[in-house]
């Protein structure tokens, strides 16, 4: 089952990353190791938040996704912000048929890294942590997410080298009313029972006391980063 955008869950991913940070936090650990190249890549780009905070680290981005509702959130915000060195396209990435220097993939669905080594000098791939909380009730949550542990054990078994940097941050959700928590929690849970729901909000929802955001659902979420050399 695939992540759906539409307008709720695109702003609540724009307001948990407003909120908490955590693109930025995770663009503070890639950045660096972006020096001496001009192109980049992220498939699977999703809103582009990591790409928003590389921007100013590399001449240009290409961002790709499948889901044109992800695409022209995107394409709002780089016209709003007036950034010119981000371009989008609505594609899959088995289309995909040229080269970048840097690849980057986050929280991608897939285990086959190894797929675009032939199109890149670097790849960065973000990860999940093995203990990485959940936003949402396990027992009902449908997407199967790779964890730092697969990819490993998959790279191993492939004989590719690759270094792995490991962090966590809070990527928490900032909720505008327990009506909106209630809501976030049924979109991301399909089919939790009132009981597992109110069991839910009742051990993770927090007030905040702020009145802009009065509600919070903290996650801190671990990753981990593999850097692979191209091919």
């Not at 890294?113 to 790849?123: A, Y």
């Not at 009313?177 to 909000?201: C, M």
Request: hydrophobic share 35%.
């Amino acid at each position: 089952m695939k992540f759906e955008w539409n307008d709720d869950t695109i702003r609540w991913y724009q307001e948990a990353n407003e909120y908490t940070g955590f693109f930025k936090h995770v663009a503070e650990l890639i950045a660096p190791r972006l020096a001496g190249y001009a192109t980049m890549c992220d498939i699977g780009c999703g809103l582009g938040l990591l790409d928003l905070e590389l921007c100013n680290s590399i001449e240009h981005i290409t961002c790709i996704d499948i889901s044109q509702e992800a695409i022209n959130a995107l394409q709002k915000t780089l016209q709003d912000r007036n950034i010119t060195n981000i371009e989008t396209r609505t594609m899959d990435c088995n289309e995909i048929n040229e080269n970048w220097d840097v690849i980057t993939i986050s929280f991608f669905g897939s285990s086959n890294l190894e797929e675009f080594l032939p199109r890149c000098k670097k790849l960065f791939a973000v990860i999940t942590g093995s203990n990485a909380t959940e936003l949402t009730s396990e027992k009902y949550c449908p997407f199967k997410k790779h964890t730092v542990p697969e990819i490993e054990q998959a790279l191993q078994l492939k004989g590719i080298p690759y270094s792995l940097t490991q962090a966590a941050f809070e990527f928490g959700q900032p909720l505008a009313s327990r009506e909106d928590a209630i809501k976030f929690v049924q979109s991301h849970s399909p089919g939790i029972s009132p009981e597992d729901l109110a069991n839910f909000l009742s051990e993770r929802l927090v007030e905040t006391g702020e009145e802009r955001i009065p509600f919070f659902l903290p996650r801190m979420k671990s990753i981990g980063i593999f850097e692979i050399e191209g091919r």
